[in-house]
């Protein structure tokens, strides 16, 4: 198959995702991949130019080792609003030249503007669109006046997508709730690359590296540092609690929104040895950090964003045999249950207190046992053989 993505996201620079899985394995199998995608932290750019270029990568990939996918990043004016207006155009410009040329079997759409183009678009032309959700996608809009257009557009996209794909079963009864006919709706389970977070990995080098001692406990997050991480709080309750949590350590991998802030929590409050900040690393070196952690964490403050979702994080920590210590999101509850070696807290602060439990109670290797046993046969080869099922069904 061909097979023409379209999203509002940098495929280059986020993740790996689930979207990044899939595709990348969909090549190996012998599709044909191509990605239209989104400059979205150009906000965070110092020396932007107003106008950016069109830019193709060819052979492209993060998440293995030999399925590259040719990326397409049309031209966007770098300013607000004005960022959206441009995708209307520049988007629907490339999606239109990428049916015309590459002639897609199927569409797969993430985003909102551009999948409504590929929608009209495809319509046309026969080809069907398959809308995959793994966000409450108008939640993510920075501008809250746009909010309830994005809501509205989101929902118009899924009513006329031919199938809604959603990544865990709390996101297909919102996509229900939004309008999704529940016939087209199908769920296809995130997946983990079980070779590649495994409890085999040695975590000993990274352990030395941080300057940690054996007695040390580690808590480790990796990944974007949104500004609701929760993190902060987690920061803060270290230093206000340094005595009774001693051995505790807090290790963040990743960038983001609250990098500036918990870096001055750490200053002021001197936590240089108890909190350790790493840049964002090769995916292939990650298993190597959680390996070097006792137990995983996703403190994030409740709110709307995070209520449905499931972050494909928690399967690489549990794949790594970790506990995981996180708050209560529905999403993630309907996941994981109370069995599977994943911990519920009420606030981001509760963490330490929950992770002095395990410690004080031996569970911590049980219960990171506990979590491979739970996501042991979710490799991304069942995954993506799913979802190309139902490509193929369609196309």
């Known amino acids: ?11 280059i620079k986020k993740g790996p995702h689930q979207g990044h899985h899939i595709m990348e394995r969909l090549a190996e199998r012998g599709h044909e991949i191509r990605v239209i995608d989104y400059e979205i932290m150009w906000r965070n750019q110092e020396n932007r130019t107003l106008w950016s270029n069109r830019t193709v990568w060819e052979g492209f990939r993060k998440a293995t080792q030999s399925g590259g996918v040719t990326v397409l990043r049309p031209a966007i004016i770098r300013m607000p609003i004005l960022d959206y207006a441009s995708i209307m155009l520049t988007h629907s410009l490339e999606i239109r030249k990428q049916i015309a040329e590459f ?17 009209m ?13 793994i966000d409450e996608l108008n939640r993510l809009v920075p501008e809250k006046s746009l909010a309830g257009l994005a809501r509205y557009l989101e929902s118009s996209n899924m009513k006329a997508a031919d199938i809604v794909i959603s990544i865990n079963d709390t996101l297909r009864d919102y996509t229900v709730k939004m309008g999704t006919p529940i016939q087209k709706t199908r769920v296809v389970k995130a997946g983990i690359d079980l070779d590649r977070f495994n409890p085999r990995i040695d975590g000993l080098a990274i352990r030395k590296q941080l300057r940690i001692e054996a007695e040390d406990t580690v808590l480790l997050f990796v990944g974007w540092l949104y500004p609701f991480s929760g993190l902060d709080e987690v920061a803060v309750a270290l230093s206000r609690y340094q005595k009774e949590y001693s051995n505790l350590k807090l290790v963040i991998v990743g960038r983001g929104d609250q990098w500036k802030a918990i870096k001055g929590i750490i200053a002021k409050d001197n936590l240089y040895n108890r909190i350790k900040m790493v840049d964002w690393q090769p995916y292939d070196v990650l298993p190597r950090y959680i390996a070097a952690a006792d137990i995983c964490i996703l403190p994030a403050k409740h709110n709307a964003i995070m209520e449905n979702i499931v972050p494909i994080k928690m399967y690489e920590y549990m794949g790594s045999a970790k506990p995981v210590i996180t708050t209560r999101l529905p999403g993630i509850i309907n996941e994981f249950g109370f069995e599977s070696g994943v911990y519920y807290v009420d606030k981001p602060e509760d963490v330490l207190k929950e992770a002095a439990r395990l410690i004080k109670e031996k569970k911590i290797v049980s219960s990171g046992l506990r979590a491979r046993e739970f996501v042991d046969g979710r490799d991304w080869d069942r995954v993506v053989a799913q979802f190309e099922a139902l490509l193929g069904e369609l196309a």
């Open 103 to 119: 002639k897609p079997d199927v569409l797969v759409g993430f985003g909102i503007l551009n999948a409504r183009a590929a929608i």
């Open 1 to 11: 198959m061909r097979i023409l993505v379209v999203q509002e996201s940098d495929w």
């Open 121 to 133: 678009m495809g319509k046309k032309k026969g080809i069907p669109f398959v809308y995959y959700i």
